[in-house]
């Protein structure tokens, strides 16, 4: 079993949808989360930490359920700009992140 | 941009031979990660340096190696190439070994090694 699994997608959606991305982790020692950004042949960068209570950033929303060991990110109003690859990411013991394979988004117009 | 500079961006390399790939991390940072990630896949992590020693390894053989310099800067070994090792190799630095306060990693572009 995967560390961390995503649906790879691709999700394609029209301009103004809402989307949501699910993630499962598998090490309940888990301790810090976080949603990257990476865009076609760039560099990952961070989008998002994602904290217990819940945390939001404009058109973005983080959840974490760690009874159910799953994370999720949402956004709301979806731009062109938003079309990428969001991945994952866990930090289990402090100074390893492991990352999702990524989930693939496209906005149309 | 991350201030994070990684050389060289591309290069095409034979099974067998070695390659050096180097990362100059962010200026304050002291600990930089490498990770590999091939097509269609999310970064895997390779190793990470703190303060010149190495401070983790994820699952590459021993044929993987790594160092950090007394600035910081980092280079990835890679010895006996085969056509798996095929990916981008992404150099990250953060300030401390788990990214700071906000667990932050700052990534280099890459280099992208073509293995044939």
């Known amino acids: 079993r995967k560390e961390v699994e995503q649906d790879p997608g691709p999700f394609n959606v029209p301009e103004g949808a809402t989307v949501a991305f699910n993630c499962t982790y598998s090490?309940?020692?888990?301790?810090?989360f976080f949603w990257y950004r990476q865009d076609c042949r760039k560099e990952p960068k961070l989008l998002m930490s994602v904290y217990s209570s819940g945390n939001e950033d404009g058109r973005f929303t983080a959840q974490l359920n760690r009874a159910s060991q799953y994370i999720s990110l949402l956004i709301r109003d979806s731009k062109l700009s938003d079309s990428a690859t969001y991945l994952c990411?866990?930090?289990?013991?402090?100074?390893?992140?492991?990352f999702g394979a990524g989930t693939i988004l496209r906005v149309k117009s | 941009e991350t201030g994070v500079t990684q050389s060289p961006t591309h290069l095409i390399k034979t099974r067998g031979q070695q390659v050096t790939l180097r990362c100059s991390s962010q200026?304050?940072?002291?600990?930089v990660s490498w990770y590999q990630q091939a097509l269609g896949q999310g970064p895997q992590f390779i190793f990470q340096y703190y303060r010149e020693e190495e401070n983790g390894r994820g699952n590459f053989p021993p044929r993987f190696s790594g160092l950090q310099f007394p600035n910081y800067s980092s280079e990835l070994n890679v010895n006996a190439l085969e056509l798996d090792d095929s990916a981008l190799y992404l150099c990250?630095?953060?300030?401390?070994?788990?990214?700071?306060?906000?667990?932050?990693?700052?990534f280099g572009e890459g280099s992208r090694l073509t293995v044939l």
């Open positions: 990411v866990v930090n289990i013991r402090g100074n390893k992140l492991v």
């Open positions: 200026s304050g940072h002291n600990t």
């Open positions: 990250a630095s953060s300030q401390g070994p788990s990214g700071g306060t906000y667990g932050e990693l700052f």
């Open positions: 090490n309940s020692a888990s301790q810090s």
